[in-house]
């Protein structure tokens, strides 16, 4: 079958949650036809400035910044001026780029294209991780054509007549792997096949309990991980304090790093997962077929790792 090929904004981001998904859709979308034209669309000085380059997309960023819990937070007082920059913005870059449909995941830089875009009429859809759906999806989701979701039971959220239930979109890479892909997983990180290995995962900012409780585990000996390895992504606030520690407390069967950058060779040599609970790990997860210890994170909006 022949598509037409589509001029196609995809807009969000903030974590690796959002990110990654939205590449994944991207990639499909190319796959599916490759004269589609993407623009990703983020948010200043967030990681998806630096990762959707890396995947080979072009990407505009937006001036727009979250809302702090504390109502006072001396940060939220720039949020007006913010926001109004960033819908200026948002309608230059659909103006100039005249996109066939746009694509809201989800994070602070999804809100002002979404509202510009619908607001002038071009088709746009949501699609929403985690089985709690989140602030800015929530206000859009009667603005947009449809909202693809993951969990059954998203109408407390979104009008039912405008839900799609499509799971969540993972990178192709990640699928259950063979013994082949377990060895070169394990040689990729340099890994010692004789024994078994543990994947730690705090999400791509980082988890400090996840990280207290390794310290703590290396501080006291490694006590019954003689015959174990472990992959540690520490997250990148927490690269500076976890490396100074681990200088310390040398350890030779902990391997850590700020971000993994080939999660599918590590999912590949991993035996078992600890893990945070994004949207985006659990279905990474399920789908590598991998044994896991989920800890959601009791920082996010409405506990919604909890509910995913």
């Given at each position: 079958?022949?598509?037409?090929?589509?001029?196609?904004?995809?807009?969000?981001?903030?974590?690796?949650?959002?990110?990654?998904?939205a590449?994944?859709?991207?990639?499909?979308?190319?796959e599916?036809?490759?004269?589609?034209?993407?623009?990703?669309?983020?948010?200043?000085?967030?990681?998806?400035?630096?990762?959707?380059?890396?995947?080979?997309y072009?990407?505009?960023?937006?001036?727009?910044?979250?809302?702090q819990?504390k109502?006072?937070?001396?940060?939220?007082?720039a949020l007006?001026?913010?926001?109004?920059?960033?819908?200026?913005?948002a309608?230059?870059?659909?103006?100039?780029?005249?996109?066939?449909?746009v694509?809201?995941?989800?994070g602070y830089?999804?809100?002002?294209?979404?509202?510009?875009?619908?607001?002038?009429?071009?088709?746009?859809?949501?699609?929403?991780?985690?089985?709690?759906?989140?602030?800015t999806?929530?206000?859009?989701?009667?603005?947009?054509?449809?909202?693809?979701?993951?969990?059954?039971?998203m109408?407390?959220?979104?009008p039912?007549?405008?839900?799609?239930?499509?799971?969540n979109?993972?990178?192709?890479?990640?699928h259950?792997y063979?013994e082949e892909?377990?060895?070169a997983?394990?040689?990729y990180?340099?890994?010692?096949?004789?024994?078994?290995?543990?994947?730690?995962?705090?999400?791509s900012?980082?988890?400090?309990?996840l990280?207290?409780?390794?310290?703590?585990?290396?501080?006291?000996?490694?006590p019954?991980?003689?015959?174990?390895?472990?992959?540690?992504?520490?997250?990148?606030?927490?690269?500076?304090?976890v490396?100074?520690?681990?200088?310390?407390?040398p350890?030779?069967?902990?391997?850590?790093?700020?971000?993994?950058?080939r999660?599918?060779?590590?999912?590949?040599?991993?035996?078992v997962?600890?893990?945070?609970?994004?949207?985006?790990?659990?279905?990474?997860?399920c789908a590598?077929?991998?044994?896991?210890?989920?800890?959601?994170?009791?920082?996010?909006?409405?506990?919604?790792?909890?509910?995913?």
């Amino acid at each position: 079958m022949t598509y037409r090929k589509l001029r196609v904004i995809i807009s969000g981001g903030g974590t690796g949650g959002h990110i990654f998904p939205a590449v994944a859709i991207a990639d499909r979308l190319r796959e599916v036809n490759p004269g589609t034209e993407i623009l990703f669309v983020g948010a200043e000085g967030r990681m998806e400035m630096e990762k959707v380059p890396a995947a080979g997309y072009a990407i505009e960023g937006l001036p727009v910044a979250g809302l702090q819990r504390k109502l006072l937070h001396p940060a939220n007082l720039a949020l007006p001026v913010k926001l109004c920059r960033s819908l200026h913005r948002a309608g230059r870059i659909i103006k100039d780029f005249r996109p066939d449909v746009v694509i809201g995941v989800g994070g602070y830089a999804s809100a002002p294209v979404l509202w510009k875009a619908t607001g002038k009429g071009i088709p746009a859809l949501i699609q929403e991780q985690n089985g709690f759906a989140g602030l800015t999806n929530k206000l859009l989701g009667r603005r947009v054509g449809k909202v693809c979701v993951a969990y059954e039971g998203m109408e407390r959220f979104f009008p039912a007549g405008k839900i799609v239930l499509t799971g969540n979109p993972i990178r192709s890479c990640i699928h259950p792997y063979t013994e082949e892909e377990r060895q070169a997983g394990l040689a990729y990180y340099g890994l010692d096949a004789a024994r078994k290995h543990l994947l730690v995962l705090g999400g791509s900012l980082g988890s400090g309990t996840l990280n207290r409780a390794m310290q703590e585990w290396v501080a006291a000996g490694c006590p019954g991980g003689e015959g174990v390895e472990v992959l540690w992504q520490c997250g990148r606030y927490y690269k500076a304090g976890v490396d100074a520690f681990m200088a310390g407390h040398p350890c030779e069967n902990v391997r850590h790093t700020d971000f993994i950058g080939r999660m599918d060779w590590a999912y590949a040599a991993a035996d078992v997962v600890i893990s945070r609970s994004g949207a985006l790990s659990v279905s990474e997860i399920c789908a590598a077929h991998k044994a896991a210890i989920f800890v959601p994170s009791p920082n996010v909006a409405e506990d919604h790792q909890t509910h995913n």
